[in-house]
């Protein structure tokens, strides 16, 4: 099919302001892959760009590493290790983890948003914090709140923030958070807001007047946000933690996923050389873990022909990594990618 530009990549509002008007401008060969290019201009701003444009391998060159740095990376494999077997640098390691974490961000709240004006859901959600760290455990703690939906296993939304310093602390390891104070602002306790961020979210996309199943453990701050946001239609389902983490549990859907968490991503796998050295990084490469755990992957072994993007109503039909990796994003999902096209 004969790609059509359906704006203009410079997001200024007055190129679409009597319709969209482009021309074309010659084509041109990429060395990389040997693929050939259509050129265009827009007659509005005389911008010109090109397909390529609109690829998410936009100014990348060994194209042929996309799906096999993605795979990798879903699969508990560090970034140096990739870096040695798939014979490239680090940092061509470190960029697509930044963009493709991007990327798949974008792709999953444009499918959340469309998701919310369709049917409403049903079923509950559950919340839950997983701890890891940067760079050092004792000092540098990190909370990682999730937002599932328990019917379908998909993960809705999930934020990344600092907690303090793990006390009581070593002699040795009070003299690096005196030099860390010094260095960086004094951490806090960033629980409340990021888990705030994620029922928001929730608020977001669920029907303002409809009940809304919400399943945690008995956190003091859960229940006081939960009653803040939704207010009377609220049905709250507390389960001690103490409770064993078996298939019986409440919470059997986000501790699942929490599971999977930390056996499919380096970073999380306890006790490794792998953890991340900066939080950012960890927030892009959960990401990408999220879009294929539900977009690609199947729900369960056992069912191989539905994942729980399809279940949950995110997504038609299965995608393919490659899918997730052809058509960038622009604004927060103005571009529509392959596998979409039925919402």
């Not at 401008?25 to 990389?32: L, N, Q």
């Not at 490469?285 to 109503?313: D, F």
Request: charged content about 30%; aromatic content about 10%; glycine content about 4%.
């Amino acid at each position: 099919m004969e790609f059509r530009p359906e704006y203009c990549p410079c997001r200024d509002p007055q190129c679409a302001a009597d319709g969209f008007q482009y021309q074309r401008r010659g084509s041109f060969t990429r060395a990389c892959d040997g693929r050939r290019v259509q050129r265009f201009q827009c007659k509005r701003c005389h911008r010109t760009f090109s397909t390529q444009t609109f690829r998410v391998d936009y100014r990348l060159r060994r194209v042929s590493l996309d799906v096999k740095i993605f795979a990798a990376l879903i699969s508990k494999v560090t970034q140096r290790q990739i870096a040695k077997t798939f014979h490239c640098k680090l940092k061509t390691v470190e960029r697509r983890i930044e963009l493709y974490g991007k990327q798949c961000r974008a792709f999953h709240e444009w499918c959340m948003r469309r998701r919310s004006t369709s049917t409403p859901w049903e079923g509950q959600f559950q919340l839950d914090e997983l701890e890891t760290f940067e760079h050092n455990r004792r000092l540098k703690p990190v909370t990682v709140p999730v937002l599932v939906h328990a019917p379908s296993y998909s993960i809705l939304h999930a934020e990344v923030g600092t907690l303090p310093p793990r006390k009581p602390l070593s002699r040795a390891n009070l003299r690096k958070l005196a030099l860390l104070d010094k260095e960086e602002r004094e951490r806090k306790s960033e629980s409340r807001v990021m888990m705030t961020r994620c029922f928001e979210v929730l608020s977001s996309v669920c029907d303002p007047a409809a009940p809304v199943s919400v399943g945690t453990d008995e956190k003091h701050t859960y229940a006081v946000a939960l009653r803040r946001i939704f207010g009377a239609r609220l049905l709250h389902q507390k389960t001690n933690s103490k409770v064993p983490r078996s298939y019986r549990n409440p919470l059997f859907p986000v501790n699942h996923t929490f599971a999977m968490l930390r056996d499919n991503l380096s970073r999380l796998v306890r006790r490794n050389w792998g953890a991340s050295k900066k939080r950012g990084r960890l927030e892009r490469h959960l990401w990408i873990y999220i879009a294929w755990r539900n977009y690609v992957r199947p729900i369960t072994n056992r069912n191989r022909n539905q994942t729980a993007a399809m279940v949950a109503g995110l997504c038609p039909g299965m995608l393919e990594i490659s899918d997730l990796l052809q058509r960038r994003m622009f604004d927060f999902g103005r571009a529509q990618p392959r596998g979409a096209e039925s919402f």
